[in-house]
T-cell receptor, first 112, second 112 residues
């Protein structure tokens, strides 16, 4: 069964460092998302991406965040200068369009 | 207006019992209401979804009830099993495949 894959599964970084989280969406999907989940809290929308550009972003997705689809398969989330409050599980999701949103298993980011 | 409120935060039910989780939304533009199941260390996975043109949808032991006038919907898990122990999130979006607004989650524990 096709799935969304994310790497790394866990990353520990120092405050102020840059982090790149990687995702490989399902191959025929066209819409891509990043969500985050702070430990024990709800899943929050960060950004949606379609046709090589951001289609929508939340208030959380400030200038420290960026997304990119550098090739035909990868979808990345970059945090330029990490803060303690960026510690969370980050989920990538994709969909073909008007259908189910498929989530990856997440990348746990710990900022020290 | 974008919030989805979910209750209870946690639920303990005996094997064979019924688990009931409730959600309420405010945005009348929401047109798609999925429920996601999340096991520890995993991403959310779609369990069942409903659109507001029907009042109930059943898939196996899982049933969604939808009350459009009250802007409320609920998940019923019949004959709950220990394997159903997970966190359940309700969500809402303006269409299937669009960005999801999640409820706060309900941690369900089914005791053998």
């Amino acid at each position: 069964e096709p799935e969304v894959t994310q790497t790394p599964s866990h990353q520990v970084t120092q405050m102020g460092q840059e982090v790149i989280l990687r995702c490989v969406p399902i191959s025929n999907h066209l819409y891509f998302y990043w969500y985050r989940q702070i430990l024990g809290q709800k899943v929050e929308f960060l950004v949606s991406f379609y046709n090589n550009e951001i289609s929508e972003k939340s208030e959380i997705f400030d200038d420290q965040f960026s997304v990119e689809r550098p090739d035909g398969s990868n979808f990345t989330l970059k945090i330029r200068s990490t803060k303690l409050e960026d510690s969370a599980m980050y989920f990538c999701a994709s969909t073909v369009g008007a259908g189910e949103l498929f989530f990856g298993e997440g990348s746990r980011l710990t900022v020290l | 207006q974008q919030q989805v409120k979910q209750s209870p935060q946690s639920l303990i039910v005996q094997k064979g019992g019924i688990s009931i989780i409730n959600c309420a939304y405010e945005n009348t533009a929401f047109d798609y209401f999925p429920w996601y199941q999340q096991f520890p260390g995993k991403g959310p996975a779609l369990l069942i979804a409903i659109r507001p043109d029907v009042s109930e949808k059943k898939e196996g032991r899982f049933t969604i009830s939808f009350n459009k006038s009250a802007k409320q919907f609920s998940l019923h898990i019949m004959d709950s099993q220990p394997g159903d122990s997970a966190t359940y999130f309700c969500a809402a979006s303006k269409a299937a495949g669009n960005k999801l607004t999640f409820g706060g989650g309900t941690r369900v524990l089914v005791k053998p």
